[in-house]
């Protein structure tokens, strides 16, 4: 299109004449479709990107819904899903310390460490751990002592959630609270490692085209990467979920702040029917409250500065009086 244009300008054709070459019209018409192409590759492309994300997406925002859905229908399915979790997530954890063939190089004790971390485990629980048999020979009979000890774990997990889901029953008056801290949660950890995921992706396909120039198709590689990316996005979405709902009751009770003592106080003293207000001073003696003294003033009324006479009368030895700051004003 361009050597058309050039030609068109050095032939000092107008614009506005019409094209009757039958040599140009045919280049005109080829060249429109050589970028009518190009455009639709660009915009195919697009949508190919687009459709990978949508497909993470949709998952995304399917498991989101499930979450939000169980606090209407089946206020019991959060803690379904968070048991589930929680098996999935001891279930990999002895699956990788226990990958050597040879039992005898299990490392018992890493598995009860990485398992305190996720739930409450005392030592008798740990001696537990070390005192299963552990099976030799056969494949078969690993199998059967790896789970032994998924099973043994999972169930110390559920024992610990069971006095979990007690404590905070007691605490709140009542069980609804303990599926609403499960699903804020759930939900959380969702919304903020997807947003990571979606700067992440973001980053790649900025820069996916120059795979190109090693002769690989950016499309493929972008969903490889992407897949990767987002198996890993779900796998973090279960460790922060798992390491994080054992900790709620973990936490001590703060003691009150001196606003809500003295709030606390002017309830309780206040007669019925009327409000008083709260002592500033409830928290310390009187003796050790800050004094507040009024400011000094003159004969006339006027309030004394530091730098004025003092208004005692008192003089220095050479007869000029003495100023406030170095006399009363000590």
Not at 239 to 244: A, N, P, T
């Amino acid at each position: 299109s361009d050597r058309i244009k050039s030609v068109m300008t050095t032939l000092r054709v107008p614009d506005d004449m019409p094209i009757e070459n039958k040599m140009i019209s045919k280049s005109i018409e080829t060249a429109q479709k050589k970028v009518e192409g190009n455009n639709f590759d660009i915009r195919k492309h697009l949508v190919d990107y687009d459709d990978v994300m949508n497909k993470q997406r949709e998952i995304i925002y399917k498991k989101r819904k499930l979450i939000l859905d169980s606090a209407e229908k089946e206020a019991i399915k959060s803690k379904e899903m968070l048991l589930e979790m929680i098996e999935t997530e001891i279930e990999q954890v002895v699956s990788f310390h226990t990958v050597d063939p040879q039992q005898s190089k299990w490392n018992l004790k890493e598995i009860c460490e990485v398992a305190r971390t996720i739930f409450p485990m005392d030592e008798s629980a740990c001696a537990m751990l070390d005192s299963i048999e552990k099976l030799a020979g056969d494949k078969s009979q690993d199998v059967q002592a790896r789970t032994t000890i998924i099973e043994f774990l999972v169930g110390e997990a559920k024992k610990q959630y069971k006095l979990l889901e007690e404590k905070i029953t007691e605490q709140s008056g009542s069980i609804d609270n303990m599926r609403m801290v499960e699903r804020e949660i759930m939900i959380r950890s969702i919304d903020n490692l997807w947003v990571d995921h979606l700067d992440a992706v973001s980053a790649l396909r900025a820069g996916i085209g120059l795979r190109g120039y090693g002769q690989r198709d950016p499309l493929i590689e972008f969903q490889k990467e992407t897949y990767r990316m987002f198996m890993q996005l779900q796998n973090l979405i279960q460790k922060q979920v798992v390491y994080s709902i054992y900790k709620i009751g973990i936490t001590t009770p703060m003691a009150n702040s001196i606003m809500q003592d003295e709030k606390a106080q002017a309830v309780d003293a206040k007669p019925e029917g009327q409000f008083k207000a709260a002592d500033p001073y409830s928290k310390v003696t009187r003796k050790e409250a800050p004094i507040v003294e009024a400011k000094i003033r003159d004969a006339t009324g006027e309030k004394v500065g530091r730098n004025d006479p003092c208004p005692c009368g008192a003089t220095k030895a050479d007869g000029t009086p003495k100023k406030y700051k170095h006399c009363c004003g000590v």
